[in-house]
Structures are given as structure tokens and as C-alpha cells.
């Protein structure tokens, strides 16, 4: 009726009202050009709402002039999401369609659909966009520190199996990395750090594989065996095999923005917010990363896109990223360090054995001290896998713990200069079996001493660099890469104008470059030098002093100072009429063993550096405000140790005498220090019990 009198709105919206909406609808497209466009465009939005709503799509086509791209974009700009899936899915239009599941996280679903397009039209590059999708979901969910949530393996199992079927048209490329993370599904917990070698880390794909395999394969620390021979060679291999991710993944610690780094992000699982922007300043981060696991753990406010993804700014991510991957990382190699360090591999170090009697003949460096092989081994072996990260701050600018640098730094001086005054020497077969066994920890040492604290105190300054040049002096002395160990008479020639300058960064502190004039052999001021300094420090009574690397910087000034006193004293006789320690003897001639003759070096400040000895030996036994260390202990006021470090001071002043080119008489200098540090704070000399 109302039709035909011509009240064609008021006809629909009556048919709608009464929810024949079949009928409006008929009405609607019959008469719609009788109607104000504006009314027409509000009815049929209402007729295109109710029936998307009821996913009556067949009633949609008259509605949209049979434009499947109208009915598309209304679906998109409407979200109805499900409706749009199904009709692009109808229609075979399973690349949008894959997007579509791409935007909705549903990576199996986008998966299915890039399939069922190759399927259909046989188009190659959908496949391998299902490939990359699997892969990129892969590397999320094996990325590094990740929790591998069942979830997530569960899915990837599921995109994995249903590639199978496409088995025959993949590229090699794409089957071997399918492969890799199929059986990584099932096996990431132990997997065998060996097959890092299948993949080459000089090819930018591989060499994330590569990071991958290495860092699940060093996650696993049942890893560590005993020492044997009948796993020395596998070990071998898993020491390179950690040295190498330390390598590869030193780049993400090296640069000051990670998250710009694409490595960085496929292997930590985070992603671009706005990939068509050169600089972004946030990123989406999967709930899987390490990066969203340090940020629940620090409180980082969490910020969700429309469709849930976890959002934060690029300096958070940075900051994650650090904090994600040393930690474990400095865990890692602790862990690493106490287990090589146990008694299974090498027995402590013992003190001085005072009742021990002579050896009648001397006898090879490998009786050192028992187990000591062992341990500088393990020490060097720990350096040396360090050495690639050993400019990384593991632990953080805040941690009040020593560093793994300086701890592995401290630990291999106290090997090499141990307690008895011995000074050690490396094996040379290791060089042959571990070839980097002295490049890296020399550049560990390197880096420890460019990380002295300008703003530390002078004696904790020196101790640092006691430690750090004394192990310098003792590594660069051995070649590294297939050269002999040891300098010939040749090499030693050329050695008589080099200088720790030639090791070590030339920024130096004033009290640096004066330490460093002991190391430089062709200086003839060193012995002055070094015997102010330690003057200076014994002046600093307010500050700690560590009392084990002093006594050792008095021995080497005093076999220094041996060497040098009398006008012969650098002609090469002069080596055979020394009385020295066999190990002191050793570096003497390692130092200044030529055919030409080396600079004599003023001895003259033996006086100021005897009353040195007296006034170190005498705070050692009787002055109780002042704090003694031994590394980072603290040395017990009454103990036997204090009697050893007292003793070696006995022993520098005695090797003076017994060396000494004219007879000592009872008033000598040397004599009366002697008899000073020997006796007690009245001058007596106690009796033995021989006596």
C-alpha cells in the first residue's frame, strides 16, 4: 500500500521494523534510485549490517552491485573478521586471506592458506611465504633466553607436519632448515653442540642458525665432564664451540642500540612496530622473548596494540636485550669456571711448605707445585673462552661483585705467581692443542688493565696494574699460531726496545707510565721508579694495600736489581755466577738473555728501596690500622700467611747479599735490614728449634 502510493522509505522502515528485512531489502533495491541518496546509503548500510551479521552471504551480492571488492571493504572496514576470512576464502583469495591470519596472530591458519594458494594455482612464491612463516614463528619460539612455552612447540608441530606433504617442491635451503627445527621441536634440550658445524657462519642466514644451535647446545650444563682421556677431544670441541658463540654474538653486546641490529632481532624474537620507517622508535616483542620476561621482571610498563601485541620503546628493548643475555650468559661462565676449578680437574694450590727439604737436583717446571698444570690450564682455558666478550660488562655497572674479567684476571696471577715466590711458566704442547691459548687470554688481560678505575685508590690502582703487566710480561713472551712458544736469542735481541707500549693502549695515567718503566728493560730509571712507588704506597695509611701482589713487586725489583748490580752485571757470564730461585733465574734470562750487551740499570736506589722492605715488613707484623688484602680477602692479623709473606721479604734482602759483587760486613745496610725484618719489634731474632 504504501508502495504504491509512493512512500517507499517509509514502506522499508516499516518492513524492517517488523523484521521482514527480506522484504525491505526487495523494496530497497527495487525503488532505490527513488530515494534521496543519502536515505538509500543509511538503508543499505542497515541490509548490508544485518546480513554480514547473520553471514547470510548470499544475500550480499545485489547489495554491493556484485562487487566482491565492495563487500571486501566493507568487511575490513567494519572488523568483521570472521565474514572476511570466509570470503576470501570462498572466493580463492588465499594470499589476502593469509594476511588476514597474519594480522590476527594465527600463523597456523596463514600457514594453511599460502598452501592451499600454491595448491590451487601452483604459485611457488606462496609456498615459500608459508616457509617464511614457519620460520619466522621458529625463531621466535627458539629464540635466545626464550621460555618455549608447550603452546608454541605445539603449533610449530602442527605447521612443520602439514609442510611434509610439500616436501618435493621446497629448495635444499628451505628443507634443511625445516629439518633443524622439526627435530628442535623435540630434542632443544639436548641438543649436541657438533651440528653448529653444518651450518657456515660466514652465510648471514646460517650464521643465526648457527647462534641458535650454539646457545641451546651451552644451555644444557650437564655438558660438563670429568677430565679424561676418553673425552679430551669432544671437550676440545665444546670449548671452541662456546668461544665461537661468544664471538658471534658479540656484536649484539658491542653495539650501543641492539635493536637496530636485524641479527638481534630474529634471535631475540622482536620485531619493528612500523617496519616502513628506517628508525623505530618501538617494537613489537613476542611473549616468548627474553626480552618480555626481564621487563615482567623489572616492571616495565607493558603497552598492547589493538590486536595484543606487546609494544616497547626502543630504549627499553635495548636495555632488555643487555640485561636478557648477559646475565644467563655471566651465569653460564661462572658456572663453567667452579666446575673446571674443582678438585676433579686441578687440587688447590698449597701454601709454602716451610719444612719441606731442597731437591737435590732441579727438576722440570712440571713439578711446579702439585696440580699446577692443571690449573693454569683451566684458567687459561676459561680466559680464553672469555676473550671474545671480555670487553662486555656481564654483570652490569651496579654489581658490587668483582667481574668475571677481573676475577679470571686475579685468579690467573695468583697461578702464575702463587704464594711461595715462584714464578710459573705455560706449557708449550698447549699452544699445539689450543691455538688461541695465549691470543685470548692476552687480550682479556689487555681490556682488564683499559678498566682500571681512574677513581679507585692508588694501591688498589697498583695492585691492578701488578696484576695486569706482570701477566702481560708473561704472555707475550710465547708466540701464538704454529711459531714456537719460546723467543729464540734472536727474538730476545729484538725484545730489548719493546715495552708493555707495544701491548697496551697508550692512554696511560702518570702513575701507569712510571709502573710501566719496570717492564721496559731498556729503561734505565725503572728500579728507581718502581722502588718510589712502593715507597708511596706504603705511605698511604689510610688505604688498603694487597699485600700478595706488593711482596711480588718487591721480588721482581730485588732479581731485577741483582741482575744489574755491579758494573758486570749484564755480560753474559754473569747468568751462571747468579744465586737465584730456578724460576727467577728463568725470567732473567728470558728478559735479557742476548749476544749484545743490554743497558745497565741504575741500581742506585737499592738504599731507599731496602728501607722499603723494612717499613712494608714491619706495618706487615705490627701495624693493626692498616687493612691487608689477599685479592679480595682480607688477611688475617695472626697468622701463618703474614709469616710467609715476611719470609719472602727475608729472602729478597738475602738473594741481595748472597749476589753481591763485594764482601757484606755486619753494618752493611743489607745485612742490618735483614737482621731488622728477621727479628721482632725488639731486634731479636727468635731460635729455632734446631737451636
Same mark, same amino acid.
Given at each position: 500500500?504504501?508502495?504504491?502510493?509512493?512512500?517507499?522509505?517509509?514502506?522499508?522502515?516499516?518492513?524492517?521494523?517488523?523484521?521482514?528485512?527480506?522484504?525491505?531489502?526487495?523494496?530497497?533495491?527495487?525503488?532505490?534510485?527513488?530515494?534521496?541518496?543519502?536515505?538509500?546509503?543509511?538503508?543499505?548500510?542497515?541490509?548490508?549490517?544485518?546480513?554480514?551479521?547473520?553471514?547470510?552471504?548470499?544475500?550480499?551480492?545485489?547489495?554491493?552491485?556484485?562487487?566482491?571488492?565492495?563487500?571486501?571493504?566493507?568487511?575490513?572496514?567494519?572488523?568483521?573478521?570472521?565474514?572476511?576470512?570466509?570470503?576470501?576464502?570462498?572466493?580463492?583469495?588465499?594470499?589476502?586471506?593469509?594476511?588476514?591470519?597474519?594480522?590476527?596472530?594465527?600463523?597456523?591458519?596463514?600457514?594453511?592458506?599460502?598452501?592451499?594458494?600454491?595448491?590451487?594455482?601452483?604459485?611457488?612464491?606462496?609456498?615459500?611465504?608459508?616457509?617464511?612463516?614457519?620460520?619466522?614463528?621458529?625463531?621466535?619460539?627458539?629464540?635466545?633466553?626464550?621460555?618455549?612455552?608447550?603452546?608454541?612447540?605445539?603449533?610449530?608441530?602442527?605447521?612443520?607436519?602439514?609442510?611434509?606433504?610439500?616436501?618435493?617442491?621446497?629448495?635444499?635451503?628451505?628443507?634443511?632448515?625445516?629439518?633443524?627445527?622439526?627435530?628442535?621441536?623435540?630434542?632443544?634440550?639436548?641438543?649436541?653442540?657438533?651440528?653448529?658445524?653444518?651450518?657456515?657462519?660466514?652465510?648471514?642466514?646460517?650464521?643465526?642458525?648457527?647462534?641458535?644451535?650454539?646457545?641451546?647446545?651451552?644451555?644444557?650444563?650437564?655438558?660438563?665432564?670429568?677430565?679424561?682421556?676418553?673425552?679430551?677431544?669432544?671437550?676440545?670441541?665444546?670449548?671452541?664451540?662456546?668461544?665461537?658463540?661468544?664471538?658471534?654474538?658479540?656484536?649484539?653486546?658491542?653495539?650501543?642500540?641492539?635493536?637496530?641490529?636485524?641479527?638481534?632481532?630474529?634471535?631475540?624474537?622482536?620485531?619493528?612496530?612500523?617496519?616502513?620507517?628506517?628508525?623505530?622508535?618501538?617494537?613489537?616483542?613476542?611473549?616468548?622473548?627474553?626480552?618480555?620476561?626481564?621487563?615482567?621482571?623489572?616492571?616495565?610498563?607493558?603497552?598492547?596494540?589493538?590486536?595484543?601485541?606487546?609494544?616497547?620503546?626502543?630504549?627499553?628493548?635495548?636495555?632488555?636485550?643487555?640485561?636478557?643475555?648477559?646475565?644467563?650468559?655471566?651465569?653460564?661462565?661462572?658456572?663453567?669456571?667452579?666446575?673446571?676449578?674443582?678438585?676433579?680437574?686441578?687440587?688447590?694450590?698449597?701454601?709454602?711448605?716451610?719444612?719441606?727439604?731442597?731437591?737435590?737436583?732441579?727438576?722440570?717446571?712440571?713439578?711446579?707445585?702439585?696440580?699446577?698444570?692443571?690449573?693454569?690450564?683451566?684458567?687459561?682455558?676459561?680466559?680464553?673462552?672469555?676473550?671474545?666478550?671480555?670487553?662486555?660488562?656481564?654483570?652490569?655497572?651496579?654489581?658490587?661483585?668483582?667481574?668475571?674479567?677481573?676475577?679470571?684476571?686475579?685468579?690467573?696471577?695468583?697461578?702464575?705467581?702463587?704464594?711461595?715466590?715462584?714464578?710459573?711458566?705455560?706449557?708449550?704442547?698447549?699452544?699445539?692443542?689450543?691455538?688461541?691459548?695465549?691470543?685470548?687470554?692476552?687480550?682479556?688481560?689487555?681490556?682488564?688493565?683499559?678498566?682500571?678505575?681512574?677513581?679507585?685508590?692508588?694501591?688498589?690502582?697498583?695492585?691492578?696494574?701488578?696484576?695486569?703487566?706482570?701477566?702481560?710480561?708473561?704472555?707475550?713472551?710465547?708466540?701464538?699460531?704454529?711459531?714456537?712458544?719460546?723467543?729464540?736469542?734472536?727474538?730476545?735481541?729484538?725484545?730489548?726496545?719493546?715495552?708493555?707500549?707495544?701491548?697496551?693502549?697508550?692512554?696511560?695515567?702518570?702513575?701507569?707510565?712510571?709502573?710501566?718503566?719496570?717492564?721496559?728493560?731498556?729503561?734505565?730509571?725503572?728500579?728507581?721508579?718502581?722502588?718510589?712507588?712502593?715507597?708511596?704506597?706504603?705511605? %698511604? &695509611? @689510610?688505604? #688498603?694495600?694487597?699485600?700478595?701482589?706488593? =711482596?711480588? +713487586?718487591? $721480588?721482581?725489583?730485588?732479581?731485577?736489581?741483582?741482575?744489574?748490580?755491579?758494573?758486570?752485571?749484564?755480560?753474559?757470564?754473569?747468568?751462571?755466577?747468579?744465586?737465584?730461585?730456578?724460576?727467577?733465574?728463568?725470567?732473567?734470562?728470558?728478559?735479557?738473555?742476548?749476544?749484545?750487551?743490554?743497558?745497565?740499570?741504575? %741500581? &742506585? @736506589?737499592? #738504599?731507599?728501596?731496602?728501607?722499603?722492605? =723494612?717499613? +712494608?715488613? $714491619?706495618?706487615?707484623?705490627?701495624?693493626?690500622?692498616?687493612?691487608?688484602?689477599?685479592?679480595?680477602?682480607?688477611?688475617?692479623?695472626?697468622?701463618?700467611?703474614?709469616?710467609?709473606?715476611?719470609?719472602?721479604?727475608?729472602?729478597?734482602?738475602?738473594?741481595?747479599?748472597?749476589?753481591?759483587?763485594?764482601?757484606?760486613?755486619? &753494618?752493611?745496610?743489607?745485612?742490618?735490614?735483614?737482621?731488622?725484618?728477621?727479628?721482632?719489634?725488639?731486634?731479636?731474632?727468635?731460635?729455632?728449634?734446631?737451636?
Amino acid at each position: 500500500m504504501f508502495v504504491q502510493a509512493g512512500h517507499h522509505e517509509r514502506a522499508i522502515r516499516l518492513l524492517f521494523g517488523k523484521d521482514f528485512v527480506d522484504d525491505g531489502a526487495r523494496v530497497l533495491l527495487t525503488h532505490r534510485t527513488k530515494l534521496d541518496s543519502a536515505i538509500q546509503q543509511e538503508l543499505l548500510d542497515y541490509c548490508r549490517s544485518y546480513y554480514f551479521n547473520a553471514y547470510d552471504y548470499g544475500a550480499l551480492p545485489p547489495l554491493f552491485d556484485f562487487s566482491l571488492e565492495e563487500e571486501l571493504l566493507y568487511a575490513r572496514n567494519n572488523n568483521l573478521r570472521p565474514q572476511l576470512m570466509y570470503l576470501l576464502k570462498e572466493h580463492g583469495l588465499f594470499i589476502q586471506l593469509a594476511a588476514v591470519h597474519l594480522e590476527e596472530r594465527m600463523p597456523v591458519d596463514a600457514l594453511g592458506a599460502f598452501l592451499d594458494d600454491f595448491s590451487a594455482f601452483n604459485r611457488t612464491s606462496s609456498l615459500s611465504e608459508g616457509v617464511q612463516v614457519v620460520i619466522g614463528y621458529a625463531e621466535d619460539a627458539f629464540s635466545l633466553e626464550s621460555r618455549k612455552s608447550a603452546e608454541s612447540l605445539k603449533n610449530l608441530r602442527k605447521m612443520l607436519d602439514k609442510l611434509k606433504h610439500y616436501d618435493s617442491s621446497l629448495h635444499p635451503r628451505q628443507k634443511k632448515e625445516l629439518q633443524l627445527f622439526s627435530n628442535l621441536v623435540d630434542h632443544h634440550k639436548t641438543v649436541d653442540s657438533a651440528r653448529a658445524s653444518e651450518w657456515d657462519q660466514s652465510d648471514s642466514e646460517e650464521r643465526l642458525r648457527k647462534i641458535m644451535l650454539l646457545h641451546l647446545a651451552l644451555s644444557n650444563m650437564d655438558w660438563l665432564p670429568s677430565r679424561s682421556s676418553s673425552n679430551e677431544s669432544s671437550f676440545r670441541d665444546f670449548l671452541h664451540a662456546w668461544k665461537t658463540y661468544n664471538y658471534l654474538i658479540a656484536p649484539i653486546f658491542e653495539a650501543a642500540e641492539p635493536s637496530r641490529l636485524s641479527m638481534a632481532r630474529r634471535l631475540l624474537g622482536f620485531r619493528p612496530s612500523r617496519p616502513d620507517l628506517y628508525i623505530n622508535t618501538h617494537f613489537i616483542v613476542s611473549e616468548e622473548s627474553v626480552i618480555y620476561e626481564y621487563s615482567k621482571r623489572q616492571r616495565v610498563p607493558v603497552q598492547r596494540s589493538s590486536n595484543g601485541d606487546i609494544i616497547f620503546p626502543a630504549r627499553w628493548v635495548d636495555k632488555l636485550i643487555r640485561d636478557g643475555l648477559r646475565t644467563p650468559l655471566d651465569q653460564r661462565l661462572r658456572r663453567f669456571y667452579d666446575r673446571i676449578d674443582r678438585p676433579g680437574w686441578a687440587p688447590t694450590t698449597p701454601r709454602l711448605n716451610l719444612s719441606e727439604k731442597p731437591a737435590k737436583t732441579l727438576e722440570p717446571m712440571t713439578t711446579f707445585y702439585p696440580g699446577y698444570h692443571g690449573r693454569l690450564h683451566a684458567i687459561l682455558i676459561a680466559l680464553d673462552l672469555l676473550a671474545p666478550i671480555c670487553h662486555t660488562d656481564l654483570q652490569g655497572s651496579q654489581s658490587i661483585n668483582p667481574s668475571l674479567l677481573r676475577l679470571w684476571t686475579r685468579r690467573l696471577f695468583d697461578i702464575v705467581y702463587p704464594g711461595n715466590g715462584m714464578i710459573g711458566e705455560i706449557d708449550p704442547t698447549w699452544v699445539s692443542i689450543y691455538p688461541s691459548i695465549m691470543s685470548g687470554p692476552k687480550n682479556c688481560v689487555e681490556q682488564y688493565l683499559k678498566r682500571i678505575d681512574a677513581e679507585s685508590t692508588f694501591n688498589a690502582k697498583l695492585s691492578s696494574l701488578i696484576i695486569g703487566h706482570s701477566l702481560v710480561m708473561q704472555l707475550k713472551t710465547h708466540s701464538v699460531g704454529g711459531e714456537k712458544l719460546h723467543l729464540t736469542k734472536a727474538k730476545f735481541q729484538g725484545l730489548k726496545g719493546d715495552t708493555q707500549a707495544d701491548v697496551l693502549d697508550t692512554h696511560r695515567t702518570p702513575l701507569e707510565n712510571t709502573f710501566n718503566s719496570i717492564f721496559d728493560r731498556s729503561n734505565t730509571h725503572g728500579l728507581t721508579n718502581t722502588a718510589n712507588i712502593i715507597g708511596d704506597a706504603l705511605k %698511604t &695509611s @689510610s688505604e #688498603p694495600i694487597d699485600i700478595s701482589t706488593l =711482596v711480588y +713487586l718487591v $721480588e721482581l725489583v730485588t732479581c731485577d736489581m741483582i741482575f744489574h748490580l755491579g758494573s758486570d752485571a749484564v755480560s753474559q757470564s754473569r747468568f751462571s755466577d747468579l744465586i737465584l730461585p730456578f724460576s727467577w733465574a728463568r725470567l732473567l734470562a728470558e728478559q735479557y738473555c742476548s749476544t749484545s750487551r743490554s743497558k745497565t740499570r741504575d %741500581t &742506585s @736506589s737499592l #738504599p731507599d728501596f731496602l728501607d722499603s722492605i =723494612v717499613i +712494608l715488613s $714491619e706495618q706487615l707484623k705490627y701495624n693493626t690500622e692498616r687493612d691487608w688484602l689477599v685479592g679480595e680477602m682480607a688477611l688475617p692479623g695472626q697468622s701463618d700467611i703474614v709469616e710467609t709473606f715476611n719470609l719472602r721479604l727475608c729472602w729478597c734482602i738475602v738473594l741481595i747479599i748472597v749476589n753481591s759483587i763485594h764482601p757484606v760486613v755486619f &753494618s752493611d745496610l743489607t745485612m742490618s735490614s735483614l737482621i731488622h725484618i728477621a727479628g721482632d719489634q725488639y731486634g731479636r731474632i727468635p731460635k729455632t728449634p734446631c737451636q
